[in-house]
């Protein structure tokens, strides 16, 4: 499966724009604020029916217009399989289309057209709070698991209410009974949500470990923890144990929602001790597992979208990927770089099939 035609109209800085693609790799040049970045993005739109960098989607629309429109063509065996049609009209809901067959619940498309993008804002993992990690690892495993989905939206609706409690505690003169009426509800979802997140991670961590070793040719060792609390005791027991020190502190301090995954370089912080370029390396690993770890779930190649990932990286760390990537067991590529050169260069070393897109203003110059 690859996206053989892509058709922009009034999407960011895109009037009325049509791509034709190929199979393998699509390298997109151009200066910043070009337009490069906004065609990876109306890629992802199509799979997860929302931008990859804006929870906003009127910001999607072109300036002075009043909707925005992505039509995707995708080409299954060799014949045009797919048409996947997401419009979006000011003050009304998005509309998404499938072969002109609308979506009443955008949840369903979800996994149909799998998709893995990896940005500079990635480096958000490494440098940010827990938060954007727990995030990052609950949007893999729920994107093939609803049930887990449906498990966390209710966990967290469920610690709401226990917080609400621990914070009214004194001024309504609760008592502790009123507390621990809402442990036993999470701590049954809290423990199934930890036994996904281990389950996962320990799939995961083998093929990042062997995406890194791959990029830097073996020269340092990186790991990755998933850290918990469960993995020494059961959720009830923690709530149990740590009630008191709740009520002082107004907040559930035991549960999944405190799991964090810990990034080390030579069992140090990455974030503290990792250089730009060791730091990039580490993320781009991450999502290269996760690429193969989709691949593994779904038995379909994901479409493997990298935005402006060579900045901060030796030309040996960049052929390393390239020649990683050009391999039958990833499909179809979108490479996004400021550096035309750059990307002339490596494709006069490194054999594959792959095609140029030079953009200037939102347009296609050559």
């Known amino acids: 499966m690859f996206l053989k035609k892509l058709k922009l109209i009034n999407f960011k800085n895109y009037e009325d724009q049509s791509f034709e693609f190929c199979s393998n790799i699509n390298c997109l040049v151009g200066l910043n604020a070009s337009g490069k970045t906004n065609i990876l993005d109306a890629i992802y ?43 979006l009209k000011k003050g009304e809901k998005k509309n998404l289309k499938l072969n002109e067959k ?51 939206i209710r966990y967290n609706k469920v610690l709401k209410q226990r917080n609400v409690v621990i914070k009214n505690f004194f001024d309504k003169r609760l008592k502790k009974s009123d507390v621990e009426i809402w442990n036993e509800q999470l701590a049954r979802l ?42 020494h005791h059961h959720l009830e027991e923690l709530l149990a144990s740590s009630i ?37 390396s580490y993320v781009i690993a991450m999502k290269l597992a996760q690429f193969e770890y989709t691949k593994d779930v779904t038995s379909i190649q994901p479409i493997l979208l990298m935005d402006d990932i060579f900045d901060k990286l030796d030309e040996e760390r960049v052929t390393q990927i390239i020649n990683m990537v050009k391999q039958d067991d990833f499909g179809q590529i979108f490479i996004s770089d400021t550096h035309k050169d750059r990307i002339l260069n490596i494709f006069n070393t490194v054999d594959t099939k792959h095609k140029i897109y030079e953009i200037a203003q939102g347009k296609i110059v050559q």
Not at 192 to 221: A, M, N, V, W
């Open 45 to 87: 739109y199509l799979s997860f029916t929302k931008s990859y960098f804006s929870n906003t989607d009127s910001r999607s629309i072109r300036h002075g217009e009043d909707f925005f429109a992505i039509h995707g063509f995708y080409e299954i065996g060799g014949e045009e399989a797919l048409k996947l049609s997401l419009t």
């Open 102 to 152: 609308t979506y009443s619940k955008f949840a369903d498309h979800i996994g149909l057209l799998p998709l893995v993008m990896i940005s500079p804002y990635d480096r958000d993992l490494i440098n940010e709070g827990s938060d954007i990690r727990r995030k990052y690892l609950d949007s893999v495993i729920a994107q093939f698991d609803k049930v887990y989905l449906s498990e966390l």
């Open 190 to 231: 809290g423990n199934e949500i930890f036994r996904k997140r281990k389950h996962f991670i320990e799939l995961y961590i083998p093929i990042f470990q062997k995406y890194f070793d791959l990029i830097s040719d073996g020269k340092e060792t990186v790991s990755l923890e998933y850290n918990s609390d469960l993995h």
């Open 244 to 280: 008191d020190e709740d009520i002082r502190i107004h907040y559930t301090t035991k549960g999944i929602h405190k799991d964090d995954l810990l990034l080390k370089i030579d069992q140090y912080p990455i974030k503290r001790f990792g250089s730009q370029g060791q730091q990039k």
